[in-house]
């Protein structure tokens, strides 16, 4: 159990689907984050919220769509997908001044 | 432009030998510095981390070491146990608070430690 919980753990889609990716922390933390892992690249940083408001987008096309309901949950919103966006998506937490915490991820795989 | 670089993909030792990860920055607002652990199937978890103003940290068997004019830390683990083989992120920060807390990592290195 690491406080972070992510669902689904993995997913197949084609690229006309939409489909909703969904992370829930049970740590109090005030901020949450999308991070996407490629074979052979590094962890890359898509979005963050903090105190519920996005305050950072590193350029993510528009076919990635973050919602941020509340302080404990993060979605990730899919549609148009590309077979280059098959990926492991990480969500995270932290509190203010405090390590990252990371859930274990959606193996997304676009076909 | 790649900004925090680990430049072994990949490292095997022995257990009871000393693990020795590498990991060099290259921006200079960085200011604090973590190290990652991940196993196959699961997300990172936090190891250690060190804030500029050391150069040294120290938590158990798990030693991080800056060398902040050479823009430089390292890893050590000792003794290396074959519980520890993971792929091992080395991730940087500019600090701050809130939304400034955000994290660049670099590719990692798989440590594989044999019996």
Redesign the interface.
């Known amino acids: 159990e690491t406080g972070v919980t992510q669902t689904p753990r993995h997913l197949v889609m084609g690229m006309t689907n939409k489909k909703s990716l969904k992370c829930e922390q049970h740590l109090g933390h005030n901020a949450m984050y999308w991070y996407k892992q490629s074979a052979k690249k590094p962890l890359e940083l898509m979005f963050v919220y903090s105190l519920e408001e996005r305050v950072e987008n590193n350029s993510v096309p528009s076919r990635f769509s973050p919602e941020c309901p509340n302080s404990s949950h993060l979605f990730l919103h899919l549609h148009t997908l590309q077979p280059e966006d098959s990926a492991l998506y990480l969500c995270a937490s932290s509190q203010e001044f405090g390590e990252t915490f990371f859930g274990q991820g959606t193996r997304l795989t676009v076909v | 432009d790649?900004q925090?670089k680990q430049n072994s993909p990949s490292l095997s030792v022995q257990e009871g030998r000393i693990s020795i990860l590498n990991c060099d920055y290259t921006n200079s607002m960085f200011d604090y510095f973590?190290w990652?652990k991940k196993y196959p199937?699961?997300?990172?978890?936090?190891l250690i981390?060190i804030s500029s103003i050391k150069d040294k940290n120290e938590d158990g068997r798990f030693t991080v070491f800056l060398n902040k004019s050479a823009k430089h830390l390292s890893l050590h683990i000792v003794p290396s146990q074959p519980g520890d083989s993971a792929v091992y992120?080395c991730?940087a920060s500019p600090g701050g608070?809130?939304?400034n807390?955000?994290?660049?990592?670099?590719?990692?290195t798989l440590l594989t430690v044999n019996p």
């Open positions: 790649q925090v973590l990652y199937a699961e997300g990172p978890t936090f981390s992120f991730a608070g809130g939304s807390y955000k994290l660049t990592f670099g590719k990692g």
